[in-house]
């Protein structure tokens, strides 16, 4: 078959080798010159695979109020009186409830792991380097209450391998680069096995073995403007170099996916979640970050990465509903810049490479992955704040529903009438 792949970020890139992998010729579309220049291309670099809980919670609930009104809040809204943004929210507040959260923690860790599986696989066939390490992960909770409520979650799901509740005073023994002092937070989950990976790179290495194959054809720099159908089937896309006809399509588009199915007919649950991050080249006299953390209390992330032959740290975090607004607000930047300095010590005043981009996420923050209403239209996008994370399973999935193969992973979880 004839599959076109709309979006080279992480998911589309992915996608498409899964796809031309099993033998189907594939042609890839974005509207920019090279891959990866969105939410893909400097995100916060850890391979979450054990803590994929959702966003929307009975805990974000209940910290909903201060979490938008507060200035230096790691989540506000932006967008005011947004239909899009209040149908969404409608359905976040449903995904809040605690049946809910359970059913996307269990679809959420069967993809991650699946996707963890698939990402081993690509790398070791295709001979990938993009600073793949299992680092280890520390998520440090501030408040006693929010960590009696971690080890409560630890234990009723039981623990992963090398997975370690640690006190303050251990936190500090294993990560000797925290500044913190003991009595400033309750204590931290350790799970060894976690990872960390530059997500650009990553795009990087896939799109030079893509380019090696001959049933791979790219159209970069080219807008897609809208579906081209025949009845109730997509038979084409609208582009910048005219129409392109496939058999099928793969939208991968990140945030940009809501605006693509309107012009289709149907609705999409996505609504972009603007994050930010900042990357520090250690310098020589540094302590070492040797495992990732999370600031579980202000949503932040910082992990290790080797970029150009020297250390780095990746700190990166914030939610803004912010609708596609890609403009680079200082004072969020500052936020991580601060963060940097007060539990690392680290001097965030020179160069910082800060970026931001726009997450494409779901109420629920499971992905969307299946057959939309517009027949030969596939879905892979709402990854949301796990894309990097989820980005191989869900191509695994994508390609296995198209080959009308019996997927490895439960797909019922991630159909569009769930979330719609």
């Known amino acids: ?247 099928h399509f793969v939208l991968c588009m990140g945030a940009a996916s809501a605006a693509f199915a309107r012009a289709c007919g149907f609705y999409l649950p996505i609504y972009p979640l603007k994050g930010y991050s900042i990357t520090l080249t250690r310098p020589p006299d540094a302590r070492v970050l040797r495992h990732s953390i999370t600031d579980m209390e202000r949503k932040l992330v910082f992990a290790p990465l080797a970029r150009d032959g020297r250390s780095a740290v990746r700190i990166a975090g914030i939610a803004d509903l912010e609708r596609n607004d890609m403009t680079l607000d200082g004072r969020r930047i500052d936020i991580l810049r601060r963060a940097a300095a007060e539990l690392l010590g680290l001097d965030a005043a020179g160069d910082i490479a800060p970026w931001c981009g726009l997450r494409p996420a779901t109420p629920d923050s499971r992905p969307i992955i299946g057959w939309s209403p517009l027949d030969g239209l596939f879905i892979n996008s709402g990854h949301g704040m796990l894309g990097w994370t989820l980005a191989c399973g869900s191509a695994r999935l994508t390609a296995d529903m198209i080959e009308r193969n019996r997927p490895a992973s439960e797909t019922g979880a991630f159909a569009l009438r769930r979330a719609a």
């Not at 899009?84 to 809910?100: D, S």
């Not at 990976?197 to 001959?214: I, K, N, Y």
């Open 1 to 247: 078959m004839k599959i076109c792949v709309l979006g080279a970020g992480v998911i589309g890139l992915t996608t498409a080798w899964c796809l031309a992998e099993a033998g189907h010729d594939v042609i890839i579309i974005d509207r920019h010159a090279s891959t990866a220049k969105e939410a893909s291309a400097a995100n916060g670099a850890q391979l979450s695979y054990a803590f994929v809980a959702p966003l929307a919670s009975p805990a974000t609930l209940k910290k909903l109020p201060s979490l938008l009104l507060s200035r230096d809040s790691p989540m506000r809204i932006r967008a005011r009186l947004d239909p899009a943004l209040i149908a969404w929210g409608a359905l976040f507040l449903l995904a809040c409830r605690p049946a809910a959260v359970r059913e996307t923690m269990s679809a959420q860790l069967a993809l991650a792991a699946l996707s963890r599986s698939e990402l081993t696989r690509l790398t070791q066939s295709l001979h990938l380097s993009f600073g793949l390490r299992t680092a280890g992960k520390l998520v440090i909770h501030r408040s006693a209450r929010d960590f009696k409520a971690a080890c409560r979650s630890v234990a009723a799901t039981g623990e992963e391998p090398g997975q370690q509740i640690l006190s303050a005073a251990e936190c500090l023994a294993l990560v000797p680069a925290l500044q913190f002092d003991a009595a400033q937070f309750a204590g931290g989950i350790f799970t060894a096995s976690e990872q960390v990976g530059d997500c650009a790179a990553f795009c990087a290495a896939l799109t030079v073995r893509l380019r090696q194959r001959s049933n791979v054809a790219w159209l970069l720099d080219t807008s897609i403007f809208g579906p081209v159908r025949c009845g109730d089937k997509l038979v084409a896309v609208h582009t910048g170099k005219g129409q392109v006809a496939a058999d």
